[in-house]
């Protein structure tokens, strides 16, 4: 079944991952496809947490890495496309006084400063998870920090699970051979 509230409520459109599609979508939230709202978060060349789905971006006819971008380059890139990208902390400010879950899904995130917000902004919220992929965990999590990122989080009271599967918190998985081979497929009999 299809979550209504996949990409801010506006999965497939041109609002996608925007202000304007969560706010198009609010009344979604009765909907029986409606699960929770879910957002992609990424991080810009220049520290900036900002809500965006995709690894690259169309800047003025070049097809760019927004990793490799600041976020004024990609604040432009968005506006050539009259796409608006937000902020995390701007979507965060939408979404807070809501009551429904909400799933953060890491995209890509390289600096220390960028972990610390999430969490510190997550640990705020009691029905909020992030989400990754295996290999975006690894990425974002890097196996020699990744004993540190896991205290913190923990302590922090947050989860970090696999992508369509819920029920596998990442770092447990990653601290055996066989609990990462298990969290590798998407879709394993149900877990």
């Given at each position: ?40 978060i ?31 380059e ?52 009691d ?15 890097p ?7 896991n ?6 009271g ?14 447990k ?19």
């Open positions: 079944m299809r979550n209504t509230g996949h990409r801010l409520g506006a999965s497939g459109t041109k609002l996608e991952n925007t202000l304007e599609g969560l706010r198009n979508s609010i009344e979604k939230t009765t909907d029986s496809k409606f699960k929770y709202w879910e957002f992609d990424r991080e810009s060349m220049d520290g900036i947490l900002f809500v965006f789905h995709d690894d690259t971006i169309d800047a003025d006819g070049e097809l760019r890495k927004v990793s490799e971008m600041n976020f004024e990609i604040i432009n890139a968005g506006n050539l496309l009259e796409i608006s990208i937000p902020t995390f902390e701007e979507v965060v400010n939408e979404l807070e006084e809501r009551t429904e879950k909400v799933m953060v899904e890491i995209k890509e995130i390289f600096s220390d400063h960028a972990r610390n917000k999430i969490i510190e902004t997550l640990s705020q919220f029905n909020w998870k992030l989400m990754a992929t295996p290999e975006r965990f690894e990425k974002s999590f196996e020699p920090s990744r004993s540190h990122w205290k913190e989080i923990q302590s922090s947050i989860e970090l699970v696999r992508v369509g599967r819920h029920r596998v918190n990442l770092f998985a990653s601290e055996s051979r066989f609990g990462w081979l298990m969290a590798g497929p998407k879709w394993l009999f149900g877990l």
